[in-house]
């Protein structure tokens, strides 16, 4: 028996009001009027879809239960390296054992349920707990409709051997290279095709094919369905679908349209992840993902669905939300105008790959130390413990603080100094089970921020090496909702 043991999410904090997207460019398209409603989400600067899928998996899982996962998958079409192991990366920052299968899966909007696919096939083979993450940071061309109707965001569940919060039901899978839209190596967009061949010809046919096939092969009826899942930009598509396939209509799952927008992969898991918040015990859960074809998977929840919730969830991330009306910052984080950032910007810092592979650890993981001596902790690890009583030397283990809370002991905001964000907000950290580190700060309120301000770390971008082609992680301190 398969089951999910837990889910997660992150959908980053920033909403873009549609209306200013509208505001902006109705000038050329007059009909984007009709998208302006509501908002979507978006990344800051430092985040991507590796610190979103890092923040997901963190909200699914707690460090004691990581030890356990065996497989990690990570499923997307914005990855950031093309040939360096994305999932790789999240494995580090999350302190997985090192033993562990990683692989990335991609090329497909489908790919995140053929990742929850692959998840549950990696289980039934042996291993004893798999993670999948699915996350999506796409780039749109600047005043089209996609750029009303995308948002950016990542969700995690983690599967075992125990029907866990939902038992895994069955699955039909349906290949076929249907081209709704594209988007070739070298360019930034995709490129979509028409809306009524999509919805006839791609979601009305082959959806009903996979779903009636699957519904058969595990005798369910299509009023045994209590949760409808299926994502499409065209919200009148998933209604229409179910009732095709005889579903009621009340079981069609909400879409996150209008406070979050369609996060690509990650979607029919964000989905997924928002349902089982509300789930009931023997509610059936149909899952669709679509792209080349068709996935669809069928879940019940147990009697745990009810007790089992993760730290923050959809719903969290919806309410952690913060309004933006500045259509030129969201431009200027996801690189759609060349703008004018200053001779602070120009400096040039190549990524020295030998140092960061020696201090992984503490660079991927935020990893400190502990001396066995004494037990004072320490950020960074050295050979002498930090300690004036004790000062012993090469008597540190490591010790993880991606999770460990604190507060801010000093900052400075600096405007001299080049952020995409300016200004840059640095400090010194406190954490609450010892040690202290000088650390950037991000997602700073400067209308509340200050001294014992309490906060947490996350796993965003550090710098972005535009002439290499290379991007650092590192760890930076936030303020706690």
Same mark, same amino acid.
């Given at each position: 028996?398969?089951?999910?043991?837990?889910?997660?999410?992150?959908?980053?904090?920033?909403?873009?009001?549609?209306?200013?997207?509208?505001?902006?460019?109705?000038?050329?398209?007059?009909?984007?009027?009709?998208?302006?409603?509501?908002?979507?989400?978006?990344?800051?600067?430092?985040?991507?879809?590796?610190?979103?899928?890092? &923040?997901?998996? *963190?909200?699914?899982?707690?460090?004691?239960?990581?030890? !356990?996962?065996? =497989?990690? %998958? @990570? +499923?997307?079409?914005?990855?950031?390296?093309?040939?360096?192991?994305?999932?790789?990366?999240?494995?580090?920052?999350?302190?997985?054992? &090192?033993?562990? *299968?990683?692989?990335?899966?991609?090329?497909?909007?489908? !790919?995140?349920? =053929?990742? %929850? @696919? +692959?998840?549950?096939?990696?289980?039934?083979?042996?291993?004893?707990?798999?993670?999948?993450?699915?996350?999506?940071?796409?780039?749109?061309?600047?005043?089209?409709?996609?750029?009303?109707?995308?948002?950016?965001? !990542?969700?995690?569940?983690? %599967?075992?051997?125990?029907?866990?919060?939902?038992?895994?039901?069955?699955?039909?899978?349906?290949?076929?290279?249907?081209?709704?839209?594209?988007?070739?190596?070298?360019?930034?967009?995709?490129?979509?095709?028409?809306?009524?061949?999509?919805?006839?010809?791609?979601?009305?046919?082959?959806?009903?094919?996979?779903?009636?096939?699957?519904?058969?092969?595990?005798?369910?009826?299509?009023?045994?369905?209590?949760?409808?899942?299926?994502?499409?930009?065209?919200?009148?598509?998933?209604?229409?679908?179910?009732?095709?396939?005889?579903?009621?209509?009340?079981?069609?799952?909400?879409?996150?349209?209008?406070?979050?927008?369609?996060?690509?992969?990650?979607?029919?898991?964000?989905?997924?992840?928002?349902?089982?918040?509300?789930?009931?015990?023997?509610?059936?859960?149909?899952?669709?993902?679509?792209?080349?074809?068709?996935?669809?998977?069928?879940?019940?929840?147990?009697?745990?669905?009810?007790?089992?919730?993760?730290?923050?969830?959809?719903?969290?991330?919806?309410?952690?939300?913060?309004?933006?009306?500045?259509?030129?910052?969201?431009?200027?984080?996801?690189?759609?105008?060349?703008?004018?950032?200053?001779?602070?910007?120009?400096?040039?810092?190549?990524?020295?790959?030998?140092?960061?592979?020696?201090?992984?650890?503490?660079?991927?993981?935020?990893?400190?130390?502990?001396?066995?001596?004494?037990?004072?902790?320490?950020?960074?690890?050295?050979?002498?413990?930090?300690?004036?009583?004790?000062?012993?030397?090469?008597?540190?283990?490591?010790?993880?603080?991606?999770?460990?809370?604190?507060?801010?002991?000093?900052?400075?905001?600096?405007?001299?100094?080049?952020?995409?964000?300016?200004?840059?907000?640095?400090?010194?950290?406190?954490?609450?089970?010892?040690?202290?580190?000088?650390?950037?700060?991000?997602?700073?309120?400067?209308?509340?921020?200050?001294?014992?301000?309490?906060?947490?770390?996350?796993?965003?971008?550090?710098?972005?090496?535009?002439?290499?082609?290379?991007?650092?992680?590192?760890?930076?301190?936030?303020?706690?909702?």
């Amino acid at each position: 028996m398969v089951g999910i043991k837990a889910f997660g999410a992150y959908i980053p904090k920033f909403r873009l009001q549609r209306e200013a997207i509208a505001k902006a460019n109705t000038w050329f398209d007059p009909s984007l009027a009709g998208l302006a409603a509501g908002e979507r989400s978006f990344c800051s600067w430092d985040e991507d879809t590796v610190t979103m899928a890092v &923040e997901a998996a *963190r909200d699914a899982t707690a460090p004691a239960d990581r030890t !356990a996962i065996e =497989t990690l %998958l @990570l +499923a997307s079409t914005t990855l950031p390296f093309l040939d360096r192991q994305n999932s790789g990366i999240v494995a580090e920052a999350l302190q997985l054992n &090192e033993t562990l *299968r990683t692989m990335d899966i991609t090329g497909s909007q489908r !790919a995140g349920t =053929t990742g %929850l @696919l +692959a998840a549950i096939d990696a289980v039934s083979a042996g291993s004893a707990s798999a993670l999948l993450v699915a996350s999506e940071h796409r780039r749109t061309r600047v005043g089209s409709p996609l750029e009303m109707l995308y948002g950016d965001g !990542a969700a995690a569940v983690v %599967l075992g051997t125990d029907p866990g919060v939902a038992r895994f039901v069955g699955a039909h899978s349906v290949a076929r290279d249907f081209v709704d839209h594209f988007r070739m190596d070298g360019f930034d967009f995709d490129y979509p095709w028409e809306d009524r061949w999509i919805r006839d010809e791609g979601y009305m046919k082959l959806v009903p094919a996979a779903v009636g096939a699957l519904l058969e092969k595990t005798d369910t009826k299509p009023d045994d369905v209590a949760h409808f899942i299926l994502p499409c930009l065209q919200n009148r598509v998933p209604a229409g679908v179910a009732k095709r396939l005889g579903l009621e209509a009340d079981s069609v799952a909400d879409a996150l349209s209008g406070n979050c927008g369609q996060t690509g992969v990650a979607h029919p898991i964000l989905m997924l992840a928002h349902t089982l918040e509300g789930a009931k015990p023997g509610d059936r859960i149909l899952v669709v993902g679509f792209g080349q074809g068709c996935d669809a998977l069928l879940f019940e929840a147990t009697d745990a669905v009810a007790s089992v919730k993760p730290k923050r969830g959809v719903s969290g991330c919806l309410q952690q939300r913060k309004p933006e009306d500045n259509y030129a910052k969201y431009q200027t984080f996801n690189g759609l105008v060349d703008r004018e950032f200053g001779k602070r910007a120009e400096t040039d810092v190549p990524s020295p790959l030998s140092a960061l592979y020696r201090n992984r650890k503490m660079v991927n993981a935020f990893a400190g130390g502990r001396c066995t001596k004494c037990g004072t902790v320490q950020f960074p690890k050295t050979v002498y413990c930090v300690n004036p009583e004790c000062g012993a030397a090469d008597s540190q283990e490591d010790h993880p603080m991606a999770d460990a809370l604190g507060k801010v002991k000093t900052w400075t905001a600096d405007r001299l100094t080049f952020d995409m964000n300016p200004p840059a907000y640095f400090g010194l950290v406190e954490f609450d089970e010892g040690g202290r580190a000088m650390m950037d700060f991000t997602d700073v309120d400067p209308a509340t921020f200050d001294v014992d301000t309490p906060v947490s770390a996350h796993f965003r971008i550090k710098v972005i090496d535009k002439r290499r082609g290379f991007r650092r992680y590192f760890w930076k301190a936030a303020p706690r909702s």
